[in-house]
């Protein structure tokens, strides 16, 4: 069983950064692609970024540019930084976790995690 815990998630202005944490506990961090997904009010939940157990990286059209994924095995940690961020940014942002390589990196995802809350407004 993998549980996934985000944090970083919080209140910024329009042009400013915030870095996500998701923290991973169970079966093999490293074996695991990652995903970041986001929900705003009123929408459907929208793919963001994904990285794969060997390092592939993949972007959503809309954040590609302004954000950067990244996984630190050690530590069982993926992050997400955002950087300009805009307020149709705002949205409740999810953690997902799938085994292995063989996936599609912005659909398929068994654990997902509770969200945490970022708010972009002046």
């Known amino acids: 069983q993998v549980q996934l815990v985000e944090s970083g998630g919080g209140e910024v202005q329009p042009g400013g950064s915030l870095r996500l944490s998701c923290a991973a506990s169970?079966?093999?961090?490293?074996?695991?692609?990652m995903g970041w997904f986001r929900q705003a009010p009123g929408k459907e939940r929208e793919f963001v970024a994904a990285?794969?157990?060997?390092?592939?990286?993949y972007y959503a059209d809309s954040v590609k540019g302004r954000c950067a994924i990244s996984r630190d095995n050690a530590k069982n940690t993926v992050y997400l930084q955002m950087n300009s961020l805009k307020p149709e940014d705002t949205a409740v942002y999810y953690c997902?976790?799938?085994?292995?390589?063989?996936?599609?990196?912005?659909?398929?995802?068994?654990?997902w995690g509770q969200g945490t809350q970022v708010t972009v407004a002046s």
């Open positions: 169970g079966p093999p961090f490293s074996r695991y692609g």
């Open positions: 997902a976790a799938q085994y292995g390589d063989n996936w599609s990196p912005r659909r398929d995802y068994r654990y």
């Open positions: 990285i794969s157990y060997s390092a592939g990286i």
